[in-house]
């Protein structure tokens, strides 16, 4: 079946940096587009970032373009995300995702992709 692993979250210091990986096993990772959510409490879950299979194509929300970067490393199955300049607005839990069929684009809603990690939570101190 398929899982997705994530790590790399923590408590960090506004203007801080954090990397998140998500391992991904039981799917053809190389041709799957990847996403990464966050849920803030009492709030729906939001896209923040989505890379295609090739690593050529990727999305953000407006929110976090210019401070976060998403990339992948097919051969280790394995998706990124760099934050940098967190701000407390960016707390909440990191989602990685994963659509239920290849897809050769990034979609954004969370209603679009079928598996889904655990979470990973990452609170900014003001």
């Known amino acids: 079946q398929v899982q997705l692993v994530e790590s790399g979250g923590g408590l960090v210091q506004a203007g801080g940096s954090l990397r998140l990986s998500c391992v991904a096993s039981g799917l053809f990772f190389s041709t799957y587009t990847m996403a990464w959510f966050r849920q803030a409490p009492g709030k729906e879950r939001e896209f923040v970032a989505g890379i295609i299979w090739s690593g050529d194509t990727t999305s953000y929300a407006d929110s976090v373009k210019g401070r976060f970067t998403i990339s992948r490393d097919n051969a280790k199955n394995t998706v990124f995300l760099q934050m940098n300049n967190l701000k407390p607005e960016d707390s909440g839990v990191y989602y990685c995702?994963?659509?239920?069929?290849?897809?050769?684009?990034?979609?954004?809603?969370?209603?679009?992709?079928?598996?889904w990690g655990q979470g990973t939570q990452v609170p900014v101190s003001s």
């Open positions: 995702a994963a659509p239920q069929v290849a897809l050769t684009l990034v979609r954004v809603l969370a209603a679009d992709y079928k598996y």
